[in-house]
């Protein structure tokens, strides 16, 4: 058996040019071992904040429509978790790869705030 003190380790430096979803093998070879690494790497854009604001008349609905673009190479499943009163939105959208779908974000007030 391999102690801790029995292991190697190996720096690998990756930079990818946009997000996505990158593999790579890795192949490591002696004269009695041959051995091969599948390595998958995803990168996710840069995450970047927003703020909607929404300035309608008291008991009257406004809906804003939040573009999501899928650049990735696979098709994306979102599920929608929101948080406060009187916002609401589907709670499943799908992206297709190379498209964008529009989340319909509804705010209906119940009062004067």
Known sequence: ???ASDTVEFPIK?????AGCY???IRLKSSCDIRVYEIECVVNAEQ???QLEFVTPA???VTQEIPISNISSEDW??????????FHGPPVINV?????VPYPLT????AEC
């Open 96 to 100: 297709p790869v190379g498209g964008t």
């Open 23 to 25: 593999h790579c093998q």
């Open 48 to 50: 970047a904040d927003a």
């Open 77 to 86: 499943r979102f599920e929608a978790v929101l948080e406060g009163q009187c």
């Open 14 to 18: 990756f930079t990818p040019k946009s």
């Open 107 to 110: 705010f209906t007030p119940v």
């Open 59 to 61: 008991y009257q609905t």
């Open 1 to 3: 058996l391999l102690g």
